[in-house]
């Protein structure tokens, strides 16, 4: 029960959509009045929870920290998309982690700031980069209630460029169908690895996202290697294995070429990529390269399906995620319910 007939919560209007949502919680019988100047919505909802402002604790308590949660969730959501772009070398990779700095961390907090709400949002995002990776095409979505999208929609980009750290950008964000899924909706994904073979001439202003390779590479045995492993195959041989995690990946191309002498870059595009892959077969194609090893030895630890540890994995500074490609809205349904299906193996044959 309520300690006295009615609750009178100060709210900050300066929350923007929780303001909204704390009008409703007093529009619905918790006695909530909305005046300026007064406690956050994430305040209010620590204090009523923990029996403050005049609610008893326990079962009461409990009961209203609750009406404040299902006040949020209860509201007409839009979903949006987010495209990103970020520096990955001072990030210890995209997913959050407790006391760590991740671009996840970062964006979600930018976003609870701008959107006005009660708690940061949570993303879902197209691929979970490692440490040190970088992205120019990376792709995120989350539901926020709609009011709060329309009252930010129009200053979102410039507030979030405003709150933002420098080495992470979000060009782009907006509404998107309800069935669009950034990370199950994807038809493919694009990453390229760069490398300089030429230690001597290696551009100093790259050396953050360009690794040095001290033998000259030759592409052609790389190219040939590489042919052996596009289509469907079970990279078990280059990934770190997960629990309950299928290894099957549809590799669609695997390709290198210099676009200035001295720099070899690496285009790798697949439907999915589990962890490590794209490294892995990287640090064996270099192997091939500079003729540590043979042309057909890729070819033979792919089917042996087991790691090799003569397989480097290399580091993740030369690797970016550069593009996440859609289907057309009305495909969007039917994509991810194929890509949630789990792959057993290649067909007979």
């Known amino acids: 029960m309520l300690a006295r007939p009615e609750v009178s919560v100060i709210m900050d209007r300066a929350v923007g959509c ?51 949660s299902t006040a949020v969730s209860s509201q007409p959501a839009v979903r949006l998309r987010l495209d990103l772009a970020y520096d990955g070398a001072a990030f210890h990779g995209w997913a959050r982690q407790p006391g760590l700095r991740t671009v996840q961390q970062t964006v979600e907090d930018a976003l609870g700031r701008v959107l006005g709400l009660p708690a940061p949002p949570r993303l879902t995002v ?82 953050h996202d360009t690794l040095c390779h001290p033998r000259p590479l030759d592409l052609g045995r790389m190219n040939e290697a590489a042919a052996a492993c596009t289509g469907e195959h079970d990279f078990a041989a280059f990934c770190r294995r997960r629990a309950g995690a299928t290894t099957v990946r549809q590799l669609i191309q695997l390709t290198w070429a210099r676009p200035v002498p001295g720099v070899a ?58 593009e996440v490609r859609y289907p057309p809205a009305g495909e969007l349904a039917a994509r991810g319910g194929a890509t949630r299906r789990v792959r057993l193996g290649p067909g007979p044959g």
């Open 18 to 68: 929780g303001g909204e949502v704390a009008g409703q919680l007093g529009a619905g019988g918790l006695g909530v009045r909305d005046e300026p100047g007064g406690a956050s919505v994430p305040e209010v909802a620590g204090q009523l929870g923990a029996g403050g402002l005049g609610v008893q604790g326990g079962p009461a308590g409990a009961s209203a920290q609750a009406a404040v």
């Open 126 to 207: 197209a691929g979970r980069t490692d440490a040190g990776v970088h992205a120019r095409g990376q792709v995120a979505h989350l539901d926020v209630p709609a009011h709060c999208w329309a009252q930010a929609a129009d200053t979102a980009a410039r507030r979030l460029a405003r709150l933002l750290p420098a080495d992470v950008r979000v060009p782009a964000i907006g509404s998107v169908p309800a069935d669009f899924d950034a990370r199950f909706s994807a038809l493919w994904r694009r990453y390229s690895y760069r490398v300089c073979d030429d230690p001597a001439g290696a551009d100093p202003l790259r050396r």
């Open 265 to 322: 870059v690496a285009t790798v595009v697949a439907d999915a990529f589990c962890h490590n892959m794209v490294r892995s077969l990287t640090g064996a194609m270099l192997a091939v390269g500079d003729r540590s090893r043979p042309v057909g030895w890729l070819a033979g630890v792919l089917a042996a399906g087991i790691r090799d540890p003569a397989v480097r994995v290399v580091p993740p500074h030369g690797l970016c995620l550069e």
